[in-house]
């Protein structure tokens, strides 16, 4: 993020964040890619130092912070090798959902767990049979009295092995297409809930689950917001979780392209640094053009974003982009350490596999396509 958003109460919150990192988080990484979570504790620690959800207003227990206080928290993380920690999905994806469309007593309720980080939250889109197309999930939310009954299914759930709740997208009426869809704030304790790890290619550290719900009650009160508006929801709140994953991918993109450029000067062949050769000099300055673009294009989002712009169409090009930008200098970042890039102990290994999901999650490269061309008067299938 350009340095202008940022004042000196921003430069002493990253500094202690980084801190924070440099203590509790990264020197254990390794130990967590091993376990396939991060423990509970790392998530008290945090929230006893406020760096989850700062967004939240101060008179619901929060911090008040504005959005470049998420920018910087989710930076930090990269930079200290937490790629694939789950604190984003939770504060600034999951939990904007209760706070905006929650009962109070919900809100009353979780809210000051999920700052503390005694509640972690997740949420629950995708299912086996559907992920880009939304308006066909079929895991169903039938009224029963006072109650609603869920049963149904969603995959590649992050956090869902650690969360305590779960923001549930059901459909209230299936007859009526995207209109018969709400989400549900599901407590991931109830009778009929079932959770199964899934083994991923990266992001080893973060839990990702198959969830199960087999005829779970919740009181209807449980509704976030109105019944059938829950697509229109989404669509709101999926504008954020977009450009998280675009600061994600640039942030990834920079960590790449550094460890290229530390590794091609220090790197030797045929008696002179590799990054001397004109083909790896010339990958190095493509690369570094690229990240230059990608930053000027997420900080005027950013931007936007937090001087409220509708920023629907720019930011499902930058998601686009910055999530094929990353694979291209991921691949390139690791091409130039050659042998030694395709070992664990080199950190563009670890980076290479972690990039891999960005252009899929929140939606892929060519749904994001799809939502700009339709922007653009055009009705691609
Ligand atoms: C690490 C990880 C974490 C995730 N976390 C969560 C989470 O916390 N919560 C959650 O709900 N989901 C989560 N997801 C799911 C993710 O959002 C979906 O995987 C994604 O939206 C794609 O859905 P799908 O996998 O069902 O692919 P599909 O929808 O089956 O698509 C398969 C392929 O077809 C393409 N395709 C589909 N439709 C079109 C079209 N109209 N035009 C052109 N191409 C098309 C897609 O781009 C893709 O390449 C996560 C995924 C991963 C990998």
């Given at each position: ?5 940022y ?10 964040f ?13 130990q967590?890619?091993k ?9 008290l620690?945090?929230?006893?130092q ?12 929060g ?6 206080y998420?920018?910087?928290l ?15 999905l939770h504060s600034d994806v999951?939990?904007?959902y209760v ?12 809210l000051?767990k ?22 066909a999930?079929?895991?169903?939310a ?5 109650e609603?009954?869920i ?5 590649f ?13 059901c459909k ?17 304790d109830l009778?009929g ?7 991923k290619?990266?992001?080893?550290m ?17 509704l976030l ?8 929801y ?10 998280e ?8 993109a920079?960590e790449?392209?550094?460890?290229g ?28 053009t690229d ?5 000027t ?10 001087n409220?712009v ?7 090009m ?20 050659g ?19 960005l252009?899929?999650?929140?939606g892929?490269?060519?749904i ?5 061309a339709r922007?653009?008067?055009?009705s691609?299938?």
């Open positions: 993020m350009s340095a202008e958003i004042g000196p109460e921003h430069r002493i919150f990253r500094e202690t980084r801190r924070f990192v440099a203590n509790e988080i990264t020197p254990n990484v390794p967590w890619e376990d396939g979570a991060v423990p509970r504790e790392l998530w620690k945090m929230g006893e406020g760096f989850l959800c700062p967004w939240i207003p101060e008179d619901m227990g911090l008040g912070l504005g959005f470049e998420s920018v910087i989710n930076e930090e993380l990269i930079k200290g090798d937490a790629y694939g920690f789950g604190v984003p999951a939990v904007p706070e905006s469309y929650a009962s109070d007593e919900i809100k009353e309720q979780w000051p999920c700052i503390s980080g005694e509640a972690i939250a997740c949420i629950g889109l995708s299912e086996p049979g559907t992920g880009s197309d939304l308006a999930i079929r895991t169903k039938v009224k029963e009295g006072d609603y009954v049963s149904g299914s969603k995959v759930i992050t956090n869902g092995i650690l969360a305590d709740f779960c923001v549930l997208a209230t009426d299936p007859s009526a297409g995207h209109r018969g869809t709400s989400l549900i704030f599901v407590p991931l009778p809930v079932k959770r199964r790890a899934l083994e290619m990266g992001s080893h973060q839990d990702t689950a198959e969830l199960s719900f087999d005829e779970v009650r919740v009181p209807l009160g449980n917001g109105k019944e059938g508006e829950g697509f229109k989404m669509m709101a709140k999926l504008q954020r979780e977009r450009l994953v675009c600061i994600k991918s640039q942030v990834m920079e790449c392209f550094k460890e450029m530390e590794y091609a000067k220090e790197r030797k062949a045929f008696g002179k640094p590799i990054g001397d050769f004109q083909a790896n000099a010339f990958k190095l300055a493509e690369m570094a990240i230059e673009f990608g930053r294009f997420l900080d005027s989002l950013i931007n936007d974003f937090i409220g509708d920023i629907v169409q720019r930011v499902s930058a998601k686009y982009w910055l999530g094929e930008m990353v694979n291209r200098i991921a691949y390139s970042a690791l091409q130039l350490h042998g030694y890039g395709y070992m664990e102990e080199y950190r563009i290994c670890r980076l290479y596999r972690d990039v891999r999901a252009s899929i999650y929140a892929t490269s060519e994001m396509k799809l939502i700009v922007n653009m008067g055009f691609p299938m």
